[in-house]
């Protein structure tokens, strides 16, 4: 009776998907079962995982869920086919006899198309067949070492070649953002686009759930290669808090272990300046980072409130009655609703964990009081106009450059200290006059923003302001939650803290040099004149 097939294949790597490895192996699969006269009943797959450290052969693999099949009885009197003995084991001939041998007490027949060979389950296992499967494991596996030893050496070329200022190298899983034209490295316009609107939406408070949508709404097509595409999937959280955090948008090229070792590798998409804005926004919303709720009615003083008792921070309650309902007399149905309000006060006096600051203020007043008393005097005092704004982009940029440039060369000393070659002196040399002309380039552009800064600040600035105040309780869901995230990050910015005293009053503090006091009703007590 003819046996049902299965035929697994497997590839390690993006090159070989690239060559069709996985398509090759199929198609020689069905033809050799056409020869032996079995029916393929079913192709698996495990794409990108390798077979020299087992990873096919954990959970989630293919060839993990056929092991656990035929375990419990599901594929006795077939055959598993494959390439070679090394698609299913590269780390040496007892993992891989162990293997075969254990689909064979399943009932499980495996055969190689390569050379032709079958281990069945119903055989005692001839000295020949032990000594050719013990054979082909070595070499699979000595084989494998020796890719493995090879890749490594490749990349350590690569490494050092990047170190030493080489650009426009070939290498795998380059920046989505970036072509290839003529064998040079050039932004993609479009992409680059995408990618600053994603970092601008980000440092105005919009979450990254949100960004998701909005690049959904815009129908704006993913960049995953079509190769490595499953249907259309469209964007996901994962990868954009990957393009926020990643440094190769700086142009940086930086190992797994996290050592930069270019600066200047890949054409820069994203500006420094920008790029700080984007972390400092991370930073404060990191409690936030997996798992953001949809709430149009943002507390505009998330992450700023603390007690000045115990310096933990405020607990946010929006409490809202169900009510009462009862039947009047004319039959009428109506609710009466008792309580709809906002309450901040010290969590862990709330939670009665040291701490036993009592006061319990309306977090309506604190935003009246902020929003209406505060923000446009805070907006004007902090408010910069484009040149300052170019010159603190330029000092950004300079002193990250100065960074890499410093622990390059602290890098390079340390290989001078057991003897190094006159490239490597002359190197040093040059990485020295960088550094001492990007400490001259810091100090007259720090000198120019201080100037700049001096100077009366625009209107335009305001205006932004009052226009995003102007939105914050619109009627439209999208524009009041937009409108109120941009206006949360940009009072983090504006105001240090916003302490509530056990005497139930609250102090905003903008600085170490500046604060006001008010009484739970908004109303200013004292501080107003210390402000300069």
Not at 179 to 187: A, I, K, M, Q, S
Not at 342 to 362: F, P, Q, W
């Amino acid at each position: 009776m003819p046996a049902n097939a299965i035929v697994y294949a497997r590839f390690s790597s993006s090159e070989q998907s690239k060559g069709y490895s996985l398509e090759r192996q199929l198609t020689l699969g069905r033809e050799f079962a056409a020869e032996q006269g079995w029916t393929v009943e079913a192709t698996i797959t495990d794409e990108g995982r390798s077979a020299y450290h087992g990873n096919n052969r954990l959970e989630g693999s293919s060839l993990h869920q056929f092991e656990l099949e035929a375990r419990n009885g599901l594929h006795r009197g077939k055959v598993l086919l494959v390439e070679n003995v090394d698609r299913l084991s590269r780390q040496g001939p007892k993992a891989a006899a162990r293997l075969i041998w254990g689909l064979n007490e399943c009932g499980v027949d495996v055969a190689t198309f390569h050379d032709g060979r079958i281990y069945g389950a119903n055989e005692s296992g001839e000295l020949e067949d032990v000594l050719l499967l013990m054979m082909s494991a070595i070499n699979a596996h000595q084989e494998s070492d020796k890719k493995s030893k090879r890749v490594t050496a490749s990349w350590r070329s690569r490494f050092d070649r990047i170190a030493t200022g080489a650009k426009n190298l070939p290498m795998p899983n380059q920046p989505l953002w970036l072509d290839r034209v003529d064998g040079e490295l050039v932004l993609n316009d479009h992409r680059v686009r995408v990618l600053n609107d994603i970092y601008d939406l980000y440092i105005d408070g919009v979450g990254i759930h949100k960004i998701v949508t909005i690049l959904h709404a815009r129908e704006e097509p993913s960049w995953t290669p079509p190769e490595q595409r499953r249907g259309n999937n469209g964007w996901f959280y994962s990868y954009i808090y990957r393009l926020l955090t990643k440094r190769t948008v700086l142009g940086e090229y930086v190992k797994h272990d996290g050592k930069t070792i270019s600066t200047d590798f890949w054409p820069q998409a994203i500006s420094t300046e920008k790029w700080n804005r984007a972390q400092a926004a991370l930073a404060m919303r990191k409690g936030n980072q997996k798992t953001e709720k949809i709430n149009l009615n943002r507390n505009l003083l998330q992450g700023i409130i603390v007690c000045e008792q115990c310096g933990g921070g405020a607990h946010f309650r929006h409490q809202i009655d169900k009510g009462q309902t009862y039947r009047r007399k004319s039959g009428e149905l109506v609710t009466y609703k008792r309580n709809d309000h906002r309450r901040v006060r010290c969590d862990k006096a709330r939670r009665k964990h040291d701490c036993d600051n009592g006061t319990i203020l309306s977090y309506d007043v604190l935003e009246w009081t902020v929003l209406e008393e505060m923000l446009p005097k805070l907006v004007e005092k902090r408010s910069d106009n484009p040149a300052a704004l170019e010159l603190r982009q330029r000092i950004a940029e300079l002193v990250r450059l100065r960074e890499a440039d410093q622990t390059r060369l602290s890098n390079l000393v340390d290989v001078l200290a057991d003897g190094g070659s006159k490239a490597i002196v002359q190197r040093v040399g040059e990485l020295e006059a960088a550094i001492e002309r990007q400490d001259a380039e810091i100090a007259a552009a720090q000198k120019a923003l201080a100037i700049e800064s001096a100077k009366p600040a625009s209107d335009d600035d305001v205006a932004l302001i009052e226009s995003l105040r102007a939105e914050l309780n619109s009627p439209d869901d999208e524009i009041r939650s937009y409108a109120r995230g941009r206006v949360n990050m940009s009072l983090r910015r504006l105001i240090k803290r916003i302490a509530i005293t056990p005497t139930g009053l609250f102090r905003v503090e903008p600085d170490d040099q500046s604060w006001w006091l008010f009484d739970d009703t908004g109303k200013l007590l004292e501080g107003e004149a210390v402000i300069g």
